[in-house]
Nanobody
């Protein structure tokens, strides 16, 4: 069984920063990569960034390149999303995703950026 627990969301002014965390437990050895997605009401969940579980390869959606950084702490089985220069359009529920033989999702954490 796999559990993903996100934390770190909140309310921040435009231009500010937040760091999201995703702590994984269970069959983490089966993961190929971990990622962050986000979703706003009425829209589909969209990809934000991912990092390979072992190799540290990262990839970002164009709108967050240069502002967001995904990283991992292997010893803690935790993945982070450092978000800087936040914009109101970054407001969303952010979800942690782990991909291996199956897809796993966290419960989501709300990020609200005020203008």
């Amino acid at each position: 069984q796999v559990q993903l627990v996100e934390s770190g969301g909140g309310l921040v002014q435009a231009g500010g920063s937040l760091r999201l965390s995703c702590a994984a437990s269970g069959r983490t050895f089966s993961f190929n990569r971990m990622a962050w997605f986000r979703q706003t009401p009425g829209k589909e969940r969209e990809f934000v960034a991912h990092i390979s579980w072992n190799g540290g390869y990262t990839y970002y959606e164009d709108s967050v390149k240069g502002r967001f950084t995904i990283s991992r702490n292997s010893a803690k089985n935790t993945v982070y999303l450092q978000m800087s220069s936040l914009k109101p359009e970054d407001t969303a529920v952010y979800y942690c995703n782990a991909r291996g033989p199956d897809d796993y999702w966290g419960q989501g954490t709300q990020v609200t950026v005020s203008s």
